[in-house]
């Protein structure tokens, strides 16, 4: 049985059409359909639920002792109100998840972490824990709301103050209220756009909801599901827990290099994680210069030699050509490599490129594509 | 769902279209272009193959996934709809001037429904 989010009844009475993903029941996509939904948030704005996400609470005099040794990242010189993203990894370096830290103050931490993994998360982080540290699960009783797209500030200033609103990426303000409800403000997404995550009781949810909906009336404000989430975070190039990185797939391979502190002292994984320059194969971008739709976890292959695998595909929307993550042997890595990735009997053609695809702010293709998605 | 009194269906959801008894177009219905949501590309098979009745020859894809299309004609690919190649969002616009390809020499189909006949089982189907 899927459970629902507190959100349930309020997808159903925007048409969404509800699917099972990690155990809840979402909408894969409301009546405009993925495409619209897509180009809302590169052009205006977007609604998204994203309550399945879990919420644990690390506190305790040795939180930040345990951070560091459970996560790659370094979060020593971490200011209150600040978020800093990591990989957790296992012992032989494989990815266990990626995550978000927020320190709420000092001794106090908020991870927010995938929703297929949360329980498996919850367990290696009670497992792993040291000294004066509680982890908490506190997903059930917390609904999470993301505003997304340029507009997104203007919508989210007509219901909250100022000085409740973070003026930074990857920064939160705790305890402050939208459209008069308790809430928790994070400028952070997973669309490549400008955006907000709200955190609430779950009971509030629906009402933030609808009052978000209203403000956003002005800006072409729609509801979006499941699918856009993945396209808008394909053509940003933001990887994905299950694709572009799990258990026998390392941080550094996946290009999260950057949030791994081989220098900051020991932590879970760091034995076996390589620098950059010993890397044997890595994270890429392929565009599809042939015919076709490459999809994840197909075979990707140079002059019939299979080099790696893909992890995502899909036609991107706003890009307007099919693209593809892959995992390839790094000595077929350089930008313009051609590839084929033989997709149901047929060869398809690509070409690595850089990521991401998408960057905020790239102007749309042709005045016919602007005309159809209402864009000035 | 939009059903025309003078096409064929089948279980699978194609429509049929018949020229003469030897000669018929071929596409996606309503219903099912519904279903899938918006379609990103299509896949035709070439000129000159030949079909069988009932098996795939030829596949739909939105952003999310990829569905076959099956062939409810035995026979040869006379003609393929290019246009659909550049443009596979005119199936969602209007499936039923969107055909796929034009099956010549036709020696046998699988199980064909009229309008209504259709109409009653996507009906059924919907409802279990």
Same mark, same amino acid.
């Given at each position: 049985m899927e459970l629902h989010t507190p959100l349930y009844e309020t997808h159903l009475?925007?048409?969404?059409?509800?699917?099972?993903f990690a155990g809840y029941l979402l909408p894969i996509q409301y009546e405009q359909g993925v495409i619209k939904e897509h180009m809302a948030v590169r052009t205006r704005a977007g609604l998204f639920d =994203?309550?399945?996400?879990?919420?644990?609470?690390?506190?305790?005099?040795?939180?930040?002792?345990?951070?560091?040794?459970?996560?790659?990242?370094?979060?020593?010189?971490?200011?209150?109100?600040?978020?800093?993203?990591?990989?957790?990894?296992?012992?032989?370096?494989?990815?266990?998840?990626?995550?978000?830290?927020?320190?709420?103050?000092?001794?106090?931490?908020?991870?927010?972490?995938?929703?297929?993994?949360k329980d498996k998360d919850f367990k290696w982080m009670r497992k792993h824990a040291f000294g004066k540290a509680e982890f908490t699960d506190i997903s059930e009783m917390t609904a999470q709301i993301a505003l997304q797209g340029p507009k997104a500030k203007e919508i989210l200033q007509k219901l909250a103050a100022a000085d409740s609103i973070p003026g930074k990426y990857y920064h939160a303000r705790?305890? =402050?209220?939208?459209?008069?409800?308790?809430?928790?403000?994070?400028?952070?997404?997973?669309?490549?756009?400008?955006?907000?995550e709200i955190y609430m009781d779950g009971k509030d949810a629906p009402a933030m909801w609808e009052a978000l909906m209203e403000a956003g009336k002005e800006e072409g404000l729609i509801?979006?599901?499941?699918?856009?989430?993945?396209?808008?975070?394909?053509?940003?190039?933001?990887?994905?827990?299950?694709?572009?990185?799990?258990?026998?797939?390392?941080?550094?391979?996946?290009?999260?290099?950057?949030?791994?502190?081989?220098?900051?002292?020991?932590?879970?994984?760091?034995?076996?994680?390589?620098?950059?320059?010993?890397?044997?194969?890595?994270r890429v971008g392929l565009k599809v210069t042939g015919r076709g739709i490459i999809r994840e976890q197909e075979e990707v292959f140079v002059n019939h030699q299979k080099i790696?695998?893909?992890?995502?595909?899909?036609?991107?929307?706003?890009?307007?050509y099919p693209a593809a993550m892959a995992i390839l042997d790094t000595a077929y890595t350089e930008i313009g490599t051609k590839v084929t990735v033989p997709v149901r009997g047929r060869q398809v053609e690509a070409e690595v490129v850089g990521l991401p695809f998408y960057k905020k702010g790239l102007s749309i293709r042709s005045g016919n594509e602007k005309e159809k998605y209402g864009i000035k | 769902m939009q059903v025309l009194e003078d096409l064929f269906y089948t279980k699978s959801h194609e429509w049929i279209k018949f020229e003469d008894e030897k000669t018929a177009l071929v596409g996606l219905t309503d219903y099912a272009q519904k279903e899938l949501g918006e379609?990103?590309?299509?896949?035709?098979?070439?000129?000159?193959?030949?079909?069988?009745?009932?098996?795939?020859?030829?596949?739909?894809?939105? =952003?999310?996934?990829?569905?076959?299309v099956y062939c409810p004609l035995t026979g040869v690919v006379g003609t393929i709809n290019e246009e659909l190649l550049d443009a596979p969002e005119l199936i969602?616009?209007?499936?039923?001037?969107?055909?796929?390809?034009?099956?010549?020499?036709?020696?046998?189909?699988?199980?064909?429904?009229?309008?209504?006949?259709?109409?009653?089982?996507?009906?059924?189907?919907?409802e279990e």
């Open positions: 009475k925007y048409h969404g059409k509800m699917v099972p =994203v309550s399945h996400m879990g919420e644990i609470l690390c506190k305790g005099e040795d939180a930040l002792a345990n951070l560091q040794y459970l996560l790659t990242n370094d979060f020593t010189n971490m200011a209150e109100g600040q978020a800093r993203y990591s990989p957790m990894c296992n012992e032989r370096g494989g990815t266990v998840d990626d995550l978000i830290v927020y320190k709420q103050k000092e001794n106090q931490y908020l991870i927010v972490v995938n929703a297929a993994n705790f305890d =402050v209220k939208a459209a008069g409800i308790p809430c928790m403000i994070s400028q952070t997404g997973y669309t490549g756009e400008d955006g907000y509801p979006c599901g499941l699918g856009a989430r993945d396209t808008l975070r394909l053509e940003a190039a933001m990887p994905l827990y299950g694709h572009e990185m799990d258990d026998t797939v390392n941080p550094v391979e996946t290009g999260l290099g950057f949030a791994v502190k081989l220098q900051k002292e020991d932590f879970i994984g760091k034995a076996y994680l390589p620098g950059k320059e010993l890397l044997t194969r890595k790696g695998f893909t992890t995502s595909g899909t036609h991107c929307p706003y890009l307007g | 379609l990103v590309f299509v896949n035709l098979p070439e000129e000159g193959e030949e079909t069988k009745a009932g098996a795939s020859f030829a596949d739909v894809e939105s =952003v999310k996934a990829v569905s076959d969602n616009e209007s499936p039923y001037a969107a055909w796929f390809v034009k099956i010549e020499d036709i020696t046998d189909k699988v199980e064909l429904l009229s309008a209504e006949e259709y109409e009653e089982y996507v009906q059924k189907e919907t």
